[in-house]
């Protein structure tokens, strides 16, 4: 029997299947498409992705291909060179700097179609197996486990194959989800666009060496224009009406590019197409992301507007955390209640992206959605690294009841992100966490004095005021790096023992 079964290698398949494959997991990964997505849509990975990417053992492969650009501008425009409505950020590079104190990782800015292949190669290396042009069509699960019914798409050829977890990495329209019969909530359809990607070159349209993206807000339509990393290649798109009875069908390529050349200001624009396709914007979240064995991870689990970056990152975000709970659980490290807070704290992760990307759509592309119902945003690096993670794999302390902490403020506090900090060993926090549960002691306690276990010890030595643990206590880390609890009293094994019974749910 396979231990997981993983159906889709989109951003939340490949990053599922490779978190598992390097911790040791059998996996089996079952894709219908002949070979990952060749869109770029999802470009960019943030630094708390980036984290993950590095202990995926990817980080240098993923910065090879998507440096950060030198220059990158997000503006509200009537056109590329038109009327200026709102900027949103006048130069990404320049923010970088000060989150270099939360996280070493950097920032990644790989397209989708760079990144899969990267993480599926890493699940194969590490012994996944991985088919493509295989379609999950039906699964049933009993208490030991699942069934699928894989079908090859090319012979139709049916195979039965059994797995201890099937994880649905489906997509938006997820057949998993919707054979389980999970509903999902949110603020739903928001608009329909057409997508476009196409190759030109923009030289003197946009200036050398700077990526762009515009929204745009042009009295003949509304949409976006995307740069990516690969030269001359370039996303657009263009919002069309179904309640005014237009469909995608209603926009030929001539009519594209005629709207094309108004956008990017270059009535002379010759564009070559290299795929068009509708898309429906939509900000949604299921109910449940765990049925039994069957998990959902990515857009299966919720799908949020691109406004933001925050999706597909989210995807590979659910990929890592749902990983290390099932290899625990898989390997008997822990028990199997651990399963249970991936929902519980995924799903808060994913309500403040919705939330933020909400709230950038409508600044963006919607401002006559502007109201009391639409979110305000609390800024891109509290979602990313300040969400406080709530379940029974963390012992909490009294607290003010708020989903995120500013994470320049980390203090220790369980729940959150362990602050950065190069410990006496030479090490970064990151180093350590990434590694496996660690605990970091205060220099005076005695706490690699006892048997820890699983557990990976460092001294925190003088910054133990960043911990809050003082010269004697201690910081439990778990695999993601969130603080899963703390003590200012010194080494007691029993204590320790019962502490990581409780977050392992055994
Ligand atoms: C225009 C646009 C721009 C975006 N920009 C960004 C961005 O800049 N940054 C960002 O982070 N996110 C962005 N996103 C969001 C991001 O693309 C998605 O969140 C991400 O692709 C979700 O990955 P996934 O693996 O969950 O789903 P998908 O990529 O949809 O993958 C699902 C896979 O499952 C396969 N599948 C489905 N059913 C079966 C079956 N029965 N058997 C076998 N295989 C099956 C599908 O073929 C597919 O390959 C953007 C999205 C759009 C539409």
């Known amino acids: 029997?396979?231990?997981?079964?993983?159906?889709?290698?989109?951003?939340?398949?490949?990053?599922?299947?490779?978190?598992?494959?390097?911790?040791?997991?059998?996996?089996?990964?079952?894709?219908?498409?002949?070979?990952?997505?060749?869109?770029?849509?999802?470009?960019?990975?943030?630094?708390?992705?980036?984290?993950?990417?590095?202990?995926?053992?990817?980080?240098?492969?993923?910065?090879?291909?998507?440096?950060?650009?030198?220059?990158?501008?997000?503006?509200?425009?009537?056109?590329?060179?038109?009327?200026?409505?709102?900027?949103?950020?006048?130069?990404?590079?320049?923010?970088?700097?000060?989150?270099?104190?939360?996280?070493?990782?950097?920032?990644?800015?790989?397209?989708?179609?760079?990144?899969?292949?990267?993480?599926?190669?890493?699940?194969?290396?590490?012994?996944?197996?991985?088919?493509?042009?295989?379609?999950?069509?039906?699964?049933?699960?009993?208490?030991?486990?699942?069934?699928?019914?894989?079908?090859?798409?090319?012979?139709?050829?049916?195979?039965?194959?059994?797995?201890?977890?099937?994880?649905?990495?489906?997509?938006?329209?997820?057949?998993?989800?919707?054979?389980?019969?999970?509903?999902?909530?949110?603020?739903?359809?928001?608009?329909?666009?057409?997508?476009?990607?196409?190759?030109?070159?923009?030289?003197?349209?946009?200036?050398?060496?700077?990526?762009?993206?515009?929204?745009?807000?042009?009295?003949?339509?509304?949409?976006?224009?995307?740069?990516?990393?690969?030269?001359?290649?370039?996303?657009?798109?263009?919002?069309?009406?179904?309640?005014?009875?237009?469909?995608?069908?209603?926009?030929?390529?001539?009519?594209?590019?005629?709207?094309?050349?108004?956008?990017?200001?270059?009535?002379?624009?010759?564009?070559?197409?290299?795929?068009?396709?509708?898309?429906?914007?939509?900000?949604?979240?299921a109910e449940k992301w765990r049925d039994g064995r069957v998990f959902l991870v990515g857009d299966a689990a919720k799908v949020t507007p691109p406004t933001g970056a925050l999706g597909g990152n989210a995807a590979v975000g659910d990929g890592f955390d749902l990983a290390w709970k099932l290899a625990a659980v898989l390997t008997g490290e822990a028990g199997p209640g651990l399963l249970d807070t991936y929902e519980a704290e995924r799903k808060r992760a994913a309500e403040l992206v919705v939330n933020e990307s909400m709230a950038n759509y409508v600044l963006r592309m919607a401002p006559h959605l502007a109201g009391p119902d639409i979110p305000e945003a609390i800024g891109p690096i509290e979602v990313v690294l300040g969400v406080r993670h709530t379940s029974s794999a963390v012992i909490p302390e009294p607290d003010d009841g708020s989903l995120t902490m500013d994470p320049f403020k980390f203090n220790g506090e369980p729940g959150f992100h362990a602050p950065h900090v190069v410990l006496p060993s030479g090490e970064t926090t990151l180093d350590v966490w990434g590694a496996g549960w660690a605990l970091l002691g205060g220099p005076d306690g005695g706490w690699d004095e006892i048997d820890l276990g699983i557990l990976q010890f460092r001294s925190l030595g003088e910054v133990h005021d960043r911990f809050g643990v003082g010269r004697e206590g201690a910081s439990l880390l778990r695999p993601d790096g969130v603080v899963a609890w703390r003590t200012t009293s010194k080494a007691d094994e029993a204590t320790l023992k019962n502490v990581l019974r409780q977050v392992l749910s055994c």
């Not at 079964?5 to 494959?21: Q, Y």
């Not at 990964?29 to 960019?44: F, I, W």
């Not at 950097?106 to 194969?124: C, F, K, L, V």
């Not at 069908?249 to 990017?264: K, N, S």
Request: hydrophobic letters at 40%.
């Open 1 to 285: 029997m396979t231990d997981v079964i993983v159906v889709g290698a989109g951003l939340g398949g490949s990053s599922t299947a490779m978190f598992l494959a390097r911790r040791g997991i059998d996996v089996l990964v079952v894709e219908r498409h002949a070979s990952t997505s060749p869109h770029p849509r999802a470009a960019g990975q943030h630094q708390r992705t980036m984290e993950f990417l590095h202990i995926g053992g990817v980080a240098d492969e993923i910065r090879a291909v998507g440096p950060p650009p030198a220059e990158f501008r997000i503006k509200v425009a009537e056109s590329l060179h038109g009327r200026v409505l709102h900027t949103v950020m006048e130069n990404f590079a320049d923010g970088l700097g000060a989150v270099e104190q939360l996280t070493p990782a950097g920032w990644g800015s790989a397209t989708q179609d760079q990144a899969e292949p990267i993480m599926m190669e890493q699940a194969s290396n590490h012994g996944a197996t991985v088919r493509f042009a295989t379609e999950l069509v039906s699964f049933e699960q009993d208490a030991d486990g699942v069934t699928a019914q894989l079908l090859d798409v090319e012979s139709g050829r049916s195979e039965e194959v059994r797995a201890k977890y099937l994880v649905g990495a489906d997509g938006n329209r997820s057949p998993i989800r919707e054979r389980l019969g999970i509903a999902r909530t949110g603020f739903g359809g928001l608009s329909n666009h057409i997508g476009i990607v196409f190759d030109a070159d923009l030289t003197g349209v946009l200036p050398d060496g700077e990526q762009w993206l515009y929204y745009l807000q042009n009295p003949a339509f509304t949409g976006a224009y995307i740069g990516v990393n690969k030269p001359n290649r370039h996303i657009f798109s263009i919002e069309y009406h179904p309640e005014k009875g237009e469909s995608f069908t209603d926009y030929p390529a001539e009519r594209i590019v005629e709207l094309m050349r108004i956008g990017l200001d270059s009535p002379d624009l010759d564009p070559e197409i290299i795929w068009t396709g509708p898309w429906e914007m939509a900000a949604r979240i």
